[in-house]
């Protein structure tokens, strides 16, 4: 990028960053669960086992996790930017990050079987650009591993199996059974995305793109965070536990936004990031970087 | 904490119930999906192609009252050619369970080590042939490729990919869970009833309330 030359290196360190340091949100949470758990039990063992895994990963600066996922790239930018600039230096970044084994070759040709090696491909990185009109540049990236992306799910209410209408307690209980049939395959405890409405497609976007929010943050709108409490005291009730050993701690939050559908349609998509919920920013202003 | 070394006998691993910690040392293999496949198609169904004879009699003696690791680690290699473990935890299990079976039975493995738990097929082999499956902490790569602490070797890293490959590695103290015990117990199994009761709980006070 002509404007930004070193904007390549910098999403490599953004990459960096996002695979080997945990949020402080994130970290505070899992502190807090550790807390909760019963000394010497299994969700107490793992607990422990998750946060030095946290401090190593910090201080070796190596990933989190083997699996360093999908990489969701949302670009908030000026007028005046180039996004197509900005698509081709932050691939090239990815590839160099892969390089140096911040990310895993994770990228594998739907049709052929073969490993790209680079993270490269269709759909890989996920990019998604957004013009504002603030004189900078937000650079969001989430890592979203495939273990708990498989135990997502959307329901179209109502749901005879779940007796769930079309109404909050209809969600309720659709967001509680994605909940309990995850069980610990998704490496939980869990961070939960949810979207209410929209269509199939716009409807699990949204409840992925929750994962950016900060765990202790307050949903704006009322009856929204009044439902995320609900679910979360629900889901702790399930007693799953971390990992699905038993125990107090099954999510570590519940985030849930809304979407206009179709009078004829009525989705509920739930999104499921693991404990290690690895998400960074990076902000360009006056031609300076810095990442939170 | 119960410590395990490799190669265990069948009467060290009867001695293990669910809900047990344990630590690992000594040398286990890593396979997930390729590997599995392969192991199965090759020698298990059979029969063995005369190629993969040399590989055959280093898998063989690894495997018996050994351990199987499901790992795709992400790995560097020095200058000298070594490789190393940067980052090793635990994939999802339930991928090999239409393999891990008659794998546990025909090579004679002692554990499974990964995430997530497995099903009936394998629970039953587990019962029948002495073994166990251990849970490692899902996502803990950095901390768990502490306890590698040696790569000894590498197999099938061209045919399958590096993630995919056998990593044939010695552990230290490796930390894990036993949830699926060889007296057919799977704290999997339970926690899927205990907390299926409680959501049904939960979800009639939803939808009366």
């Known amino acids: ?292 | 904490m119960n410590k395990i070394e490799l190669p265990v006998s069948a009467a060290e691993i009867a001695k293990l119930r669910v809900g047990d910690l344990v630590s690992i040392s000594g040398v286990l293999v890593t396979a997930r999906d390729a590997a599995h496949k392969y192991l199965v198609e090759n020698y298990v169904r059979g029969p063995l192609p005369p190629e993969e004879k040399p590989l055959a009699d280093k898998l063989y003696p690894l495997l018996k009252d050994g351990m199987i690791y499901h790992c795709g680690p992400v790995v560097s290699q020095d200058e000298k050619g070594k490789w190393h473990m940067v980052a090793a935890g635990p994939t999802t299990s339930t991928r090999e369970e239409p393999y891990q079976g008659p794998v546990i039975e025909h090579f004679g493995v002692r554990g499974v080590i990964g995430k997530g738990g497995m099903g009936e097929k394998t629970l039953a082999a587990c019962q029948k042939a002495t073994a166990v499956y251990l849970h490692a902490v899902g996502g803990a790569a950095s901390l768990l490729a502490a306890h590698i602490v040696e790569v000894l070797d590498v197999y099938k890293a061209e045919a399958f990919g590096l993630p995919e490959a056998f990593w044939v590695v010695r552990v230290d103290g490796f930390p894990a869970v036993v949830t699926m015990d060889s007296h057919g117990r799977s704290l999997h199994k339970d926690m899927l009833a205990t907390s299926s009761a409680a959501f049904e709980k939960l979800a009639d006070e939803i939808r009366r309330g």
């Open chain 1, 1 to 292: 990028m002509k404007r930004y030359p070193k904007f390549r290196d910098w999403v490599v360190e953004l990459l960096r960053r996002a695979s080997t340091d945990l949020p402080e949100d994130v970290v505070a949470s899992l502190e807090a669960a550790r807390e909760r758990e019963e000394a010497r039990s299994p969700a107490h063992s793992v607990l422990v086992s998750i946060l030095r895994n946290v401090e190593i990963a910090r201080e070796k600066s190596t990933p989190l996790c083997q699996d360093t996922g999908t990489n969701v790239f949302l670009v908030y930018h000026p007028l005046g930017v180039s996004t197509r600039e900005m698509a081709v230096e932050i691939r090239e970044a990815v590839a160099i990050a892969t390089e140096k084994s911040y990310l895993r070759p994770n990228s594998v040709d739907s049709v052929t079987d073969k490993n790209t090696g680079d993270n490269l491909g269709p759909g890989h990185p996920y990019l998604h650009f957004e013009e504002w009109d603030r004189d900078e540049i937000w650079v969001r990236v989430m890592l979203k591993g495939g273990g708990c992306e498989n135990v997502g799910a959307q329901y179209s209410l109502p749901d005879a199996r779940l007796s769930a209408g079309r109404d909050l307690k209809g969600v309720e209980v659709a967001v509680l059974d994605a909940i309990n049939q995850a069980q610990g395959k998704g490496c939980g405890p869990g961070v939960i995305g949810v979207c209410i409405g929209g269509d199939r497609a716009a409807s699990l976007s949204a409840a992925k793109q929750q994962h950016f929010r900060k765990l202790d943050d307050l949903n704006p709108d009322a009856e929204l965070a009044a439902l995320e409490a609900r679910l979360m005291d629900k889901a702790n009730r399930l007693g799953i536990g971390p990992m699905g050993f038993g125990g107090k701690t099954t999510t570590l939050a519940v985030k849930a936004t809304a979407a206009n559908r179709l009078p004829a349609s009525f989705f509920v998509s739930v999104s499921y990031m693991c404990w290690e919920c690895r998400r960074r920013d990076m902000w360009i202003r006056n031609g300076e970087m810095a990442i939170e």
